[in-house]
């Protein structure tokens, strides 16, 4: 078994620990909760098939329906096989000490707290139900987190099946994005190794970078995140390849949520706008800072460059032509591409 540099079991510990309580719900709200988001997620991908044209003949995957300790759980065994090659470098620097490893998932547990209350869904392509976890061809799972939906919803006053329906169209979207092309999960978890490969473990350099990002002192170009400026130039070019490809994913979301929504949402136009000015606004100072760490304000940033360049290609090519975009990995859009819609044209289509 590879080295580890974290504990994962601590990491899930602290989170489900520090995690808050969440909204107070009946039974039968919670049984209403659960029974909505399996049907609306089965039939939100298939108006994403005859919207997207893809997927069609694919088994629909039931959703997995969880609560904030269950999404802790999840998202930690995904982080671990998906960091796997990063940590195994982490803990050659760092030795074996149990309690460095069990520190680090503590922090790490901060985090997972932090998010499980904000998370509203996700697709975890890695990740496998109880009854495939010997299945590596697994399909991975579709996590709604039953307990923020309802807690959103309500903050926005919107309409309970309105809004659970529109969750399921952006997280389903996502899930067909992984399974109807067949070689993108394997592109990202390749794209995720060499991004772990590249990276610098060494103590004093990063601290280098970290100080000269903080004091401003950054790279020529002077629009990279303090994210960014605190990688080496190999893992800087893998990171460009990753926010390309998930500013794709989140934009091709968006615009399937545009294109379906109304028909299907009646209050759709309400609940976007409402559920925009949520994303931007921060509750307070830790609230901001944290999200600032954890790149939040870049996630925004994908969701609308990305949901501009899809609008843009649709509108120029079509839905049919856009589609070469999930030939191979070298159709997918560089990240100077996913802000210059037309050099992706004439690269890809002529």
């Known amino acids: 078994m590879a080295a580890e540099a974290i504990d994962w079991g601590a990491a899930v510990r602290a989170g489900q620990r520090l995690a808050p309580a969440g909204p107070d719900v009946s039974p039968e709200q919670a049984r209403a909760v659960v029974t909505d988001l399996q049907q609306f997620s089965a039939k939100a991908e298939l108006l994403v098939r005859d919207t997207t044209g893809l997927g ?83 399909p991975g799972r579709l996590l709604l987190v039953a307990p923020n939906i309802i807690k959103a919803e309500r903050e926005l006053s919107a309409d309970p099946v309105d809004f659970r329906m529109w969750v399921c169209l952006h997280e389903s979207t996502h899930r067909l994005q992984f399974t109807a092309v067949p070689w993108l999960r394997d592109h990202f978890r390749e794209l995720v190794a060499q991004f772990g490969a590249t990276a610098d473990t060494d103590p004093g350099e990063l601290l280098g970078r970290l100080v000269r990002a903080v004091t401003g002192r950054r790279n020529p170009a002077g629009s990279r995140s303090w994210i960014e400026t605190i990688q080496s130039p190999e893992q800087l070019a893998v990171f460009d390849q990753l926010m390309a490809l998930m500013t794709l994913l989140e934009g091709h979301a968006e615009h399937v949520m545009d294109a379906v929504g109304p028909a299907v949402i009646p209050s759709v136009e309400q609940i976007r706008e409402s559920f925009t000015i949520r994303r931007q606004r921060g509750r307070g100072p830790f609230d901001r800072i944290l999200r600032a760490l954890l790149g939040m304000d870049m996630k925004l940033a994908q969701y609308i460059k990305g949901g501009a360049f899809v609008n843009a290609v649709v509108e120029q090519v079509g839905m049919d032509t856009f589609n070469a975009i999930w030939s191979s990995p070298d159709t997918l859009p560089s990240r100077t591409e996913t802000t210059d819609p037309q050099a992706w044209i004439r690269r890809v289509i002529g």
């Open 56 to 138: 069609h003949g694919l088994p629909v995957e039931l959703a997995q329906i969880v609560d904030r300790p269950r999404w802790i759980e999840a998202t930690a065994q995904g982080m671990a096989e998906l960091t796997a090659p990063l940590a195994a470098k982490l803990a050659d620097r760092l030795g074996s000490a149990r309690t460095t490893k069990a520190a680090a998932g503590a922090q790490l547990g901060l985090v997972l707290s932090f998010l499980s209350s904000r998370v509203l869904g996700q697709y975890d392509p890695l990740g496998r139900s109880d009854a495939d976890a010997a299945d590596e061809s697994a």
